[in-house]
């Protein structure tokens, strides 16, 4: 199982990032996935989750209304549309299957800065 993260970087407050997840070693089409982030000091946090065919989301609260997570199961992918960054968006952002609990990617560093 392998789950490589891109998309980050540098942004101001209000700017947008779209952060990818290419997976490999699994079925991909068969699971949910989704996205953590980790602040420095602080725990992992789950932000997002999708269901396999992507026909349910969560959200927690703290980004609800601003980030989107989306898959492509043709390209065994996952994604987060993330919309009116804040300075506390800034972490680490990872992917995750939950079917697949001891795998993690290396993450993407995502810092909100003006």
């Known amino acids: 199982v392998q789950l490589v993260e891109s998309g980050g970087g540098l942004v101001q407050p209000g700017g947008s990032l779209r952060l990818s997840c290419a997976t490999s070693?699994?079925?991909?089409?068969?699971?949910?996935m989704n996205w953590y982030r980790q602040a420095p000091g602080k725990e992992r946090e789950k932000v997002a989750g999708i269901t396999s065919v992507g026909g349910s989301t969560f959200y927690d609260d703290s980004v609800k209304g601003r980030f989107t997570i989306s898959r492509d199961n043709a390209k065994n992918t996952v994604y987060l549309q993330m919309n009116s960054l804040k300075l506390e968006d800034t972490a680490v952002y990872y992917c995750?299957?939950?079917?697949?609990?001891?795998?993690w990617g290396q993450g993407t560093q995502v810092t909100v800065s003006s």
């Open positions: 070693g699994f079925t991909f089409s068969r699971y949910a």
């Open positions: 995750y299957a939950p079917n697949y609990p001891n795998y």
